[in-house]
């Protein structure tokens, strides 16, 4: 055993260079509450605003900024970082893996959520104030000429942090689980949580590239003066489609970590299997799918396509049925159950109650004709909060009372906890049921007349989100005193299955002293056998043990650290924003020297389930899901050249502003450097390590080259007026081939690592996996300009 | 593959590009230009994602997973495009 | 809730109306059988744990049959069935407004009120005026950002999108005042972006139409 290894908790450097899945885990959890807060304080000011009509205790500037960062901080910031402290923590335990896949990477996830909250938050304190255009931040109303302010550069600026951060968990996480799941343990064998995680990633996957794509628009158009929203051709629609590309999918994304969830707690207080788990998988897979069939339905009253809003519609009202399926099945778990009531099982059982009533005034939302009277009024505030609140977050509520002993190894306080539920449900429905009631009162209205009749409803939701916010206190002092002076408890008070609880509370820092195995009727075995009945070798935990000390690694927060100083430079000058740029490549060349020294290990297992993915090493597969997301980041942008260019009434003819030769010159310049790129990993393979330098070289003067002649070509543009603010031709020009040429840039950067590592001898044929990865990359950057190059030179 | 055959893949990605570059000055009408264009550009990405992202000896998975978010991304597009059609 | 006020608003009570009917019963049913549940199989002191209850260091067992999840799915498409043709049925009346005797009005959107131009050129500024009982044709569009252009007491509204030209119709029973509000964020002045609609008496409505350039108002 390594116990003597264990680091202290009180070590300061332990939280800040740590890549422990559980350290993790837990600084999600400590920071998704600090965001918790301050969303909530910002609903507290906005709810006391509209106790009384004509009130004048916030001005509605400042209202404006409270209802978008407490949107923007709720959504993001707090309910899916708060599923992924419980993902962090116990995915690798439930499945019996000992870390994710790439833990530096999970750890760099981490700081760059963190400061790109606090990026967003800045804009507080800057003339102007915070973003304010709504946490769906309209368009034209979030282009320089309607919002000239910091604040919401900053917002947008913070969001692409958190778009990286999440992209990275997204890898992680979808690596982890289909690569290194313990011997037996099947896709169908796998728990609950662990499945509504697997598919919260799938939906991110696909879907933040698009809100990325859709921020790096704005930012360009803020920054350089683009004009992709405010022009009539883009625009408002423009945005509305990319938005809520995103944001539908997104709402899936909160709730489904909390509703998998309950597909644990609920059997484990029931003392009964969960009902038709492959039924309930089955419609969580449907209703990941169908996610991305619906958000047209935001746009119901914006005069596109009516064939589209009928579509939209009918797939709005059939995604109702998988969650009805899922819903019901965890009623029908409860039958010739023998229930106990402890409080996670009271916060499962009011995530159903609490969520059906949301879902149900979700069907009205589906509906065109209804849109038409409740668009835009309390009436849809009421149905998301009980959808995000009532369901998404008294589930995690749920998960927390259920991992807190495995996490802290103490017991909270039952008789609290039962309070805490008691005043939870009743304040939440005082606060969030009347708003049904508003259906005629605007959102985002900072005050109201006497006359309308709003007031009671508003007084009683106010009084009802005071007491709401108080039993956040409860829930807190619970935990403290838990934390204190909490009854220990053992490896299993719940007497639940799983991995998780068959280790101790809290588990060791290497979780696993032996690989478990899962044995075809259900039994976890720690005999060292797998399921098949050859064995596991034993002790990789000896190596984990001594290599706690190699799992520090300072890179992970420098990174993203480097990064917040280069947005920050964006706003206050070049001095700042070459500091940070200096910072963030000092922290990329120290990442590369770890690597190269052998410095950082992650262990992988030996024996692991990895199905449908057999075979595939982690990294590749890493590289492969990766560029899934590109393929959507970049399909939003075609989609908006499309977009912009159906709606414009001219467009310049090929040949009169792109010139065909630079495309053309650049289309064999990139072609041939895939063609040395592919020739070295063919070289590498058969150990001609000469023709690998050489075939590197190549490939990196033809990207450079590439690069060199794309700036002449916008140098000879600029020189003839055409610049970024030349009109949609221009806009799309630039932004699409920008995009592709930092995409571009980041090759490079890693192609001068291999170069490096070539000429040290490091590439060889046993040992060329980056070599591939690159080469995966470098194919995809290829195959995007393939598309661009007649969209933009010949067509 | 062997080196010819990733050079003969190149010579293919270069003869679509000249019959992308010929057929624009061909008098064909916008809808058999644009499809014709489309059609090289699809050829051209298929060659590179089929051989020189080794696609053809990958686990299905991993195409599946890259053509999930083709299909996203392209479902995206289509809404999009006909917005106000 | 005020009845007769126009065809598509009475048509939108009755389906609001409808949708409201089916959901509260499929809540309470639900909800119910869940409160149900978990009273009736509360653990009692001394019961036995049922059989498959969850095992330490074993992962559950498989239980229930896709005949469940078939049938729970054929129960909800069945209550979506009537509801989803009552909504396309009322689209049809809201989208397609009567062609024959109407009054076309374009309205503006500006940061931050609302401006109303009228088929002889007649243009006001936060007080519009029609004719009960003739119908009303609203395009709507906006002159700066993303406005929602809603006269609350008839549950229509229709976004005001610059550049693009949006449709929406009434057909007032009812003289009286109404709410025109704004419903989509559009900055500082969001909440002040009100306007009246003011139904009149149609000869009232016809000699303050003719007064051609007069008070703006």
Partial sequence: MSHEHEIPSWSVRRWLFTTNHKDIGILYLLTSFYFLLAGGLLSLLMRTQLAFPGSSFLTAGSFNQAITNHGLLMVLWFLSPMAFAFANYCIPLQIGARDLAFPRLNAMSYWLYLFGGLLAALGFFMPGGAIDGGWTVYAPLNTIRFSPHIGVTLGGAGLLMLIASVTMATVNFLVTIFTMRAPGMSLSKMPMFTWGILLTVFMMLYAFPSLGAGVLMLAADRILGTVYFSSQEGGAILWDHIFWFFGHPEVYIVLMPGLAALGEILPVFARRPLYGKKIVIAALV????????????????????????????????????????????????LVRASIKFTTPMLFALGTVALFIIGGVTGVFNSSVALDYGLRGTYWIVGHFHYTMVGGAVTGLIAALYFWWPKMTGRMYSERLGKIHFAFYVLSFNLLFFPMHLLVDMPRRVYTYSPETGWWSLNFIATIGAMIFGVTWLILFANLYKSFRHGKPVGENPWNAPGIEWTISSPPPQHDFDVTPAIMPDGAITFSGLKPD??????????????????????WPLVIPLGTFVVLLGIGLGFPVLLAGAAIFAFAIVGWGRDDLASRFIALEPRFAEGWPFDGVGRVKLGVWIFLASEVVLFSTLIGAYSFVRINSAT????????????????TVILLTSSLTAVLSLAYARIGKTNMVKIGLLATFVLGATFLANKGLEWVELFEHGFTFGSGLPATAFFITTGAHGAHMVGGLVVLSYLVFRAFTEKITKENHGSLEYFGLYWHFVDIVWVFLFPLFYLM | MKTFGYIGI?????????????????????TRLISGILGLVVVKALLIAVFYQNLLHE?????????????????????????YH | ????????????????????????????????????????????????????????????LERGSIKGGLIISLVVIGILFPITLATLQTVDLIEHPPEDHTMIITVHGFQWGWKFVYPNGKEVVGELRVPKDEVVIFKVTSDDVFHNFGIYEFKIKVDAIPGRETKIWIQPHTTGVYNILCFELCGTGHTMMKAKMIVMEPSEFHSWYSELGGRKN
């Avoid at chain 1, 109702?320 to 009623?331: H, K, R, T």
């Avoid at chain 1, 002790?539 to 000390?549: D, F, K, L, R, T």
């Fill in chain 1, 286 to 333: 449907a209703a990941t799918a169908m996610s991305f069939t619906v958000w047209a339905h935001h746009m119901f009253l914006t005069g596109i396509n009516p064939t589209l809003r009928k579509i939209m519609t009918l797939t709005t009202e059939a995604i109702s049925i998988p969650f009805g399926v899922i819903m019901l099945s965890f009623i029908m778990t």
């Fill in chain 2, 59 to 83: 686990s299905k998975s991993i195409s599946s997973l890259y053509l999930l978010g083709l299909v996203v991304g392209t479902g995206l597009l289509l809404a999009l495009a006909v917005t």
């Fill in chain 1, 533 to 554: 009945g050859g064995s596991i070798l034993l002790h990789e935990s000896a190596v984990h043990g001594e290599g706690e000390e190699t799992h520090f690694s300072p």
């Fill in chain 3, 1 to 60: 809730m005020a009845t007769n006020l126009s065809p598509v608003t009475t048509q939108w009570e009755s389906l609001f109306i409808l949708y409201a009917t089916v959901g509260s019963i499929v809540t309470a049913v639900v909800i119910g059988w869940l409160l149900y549940n978990s009273l009736r199989y509360r653990a009692k002191l001394g019961s036995k744990e049922p059989d498959d209850a969850p095992k330490h260091g074993r992962l559950p």
């Fill in chain 1, 651 to 666: 467009w310049p003819a090929p040949g009169t502003i792109f010139n065909i030769n630079h495309g053309t010159l650049n």
């Fill in chain 2, 10 to 30: 190149w010579v293919g990605l270069m003869v679509a590009t000249a019959l992308e570059l010929t057929i624009i000055g061909l008098p064909l009408g916008t």
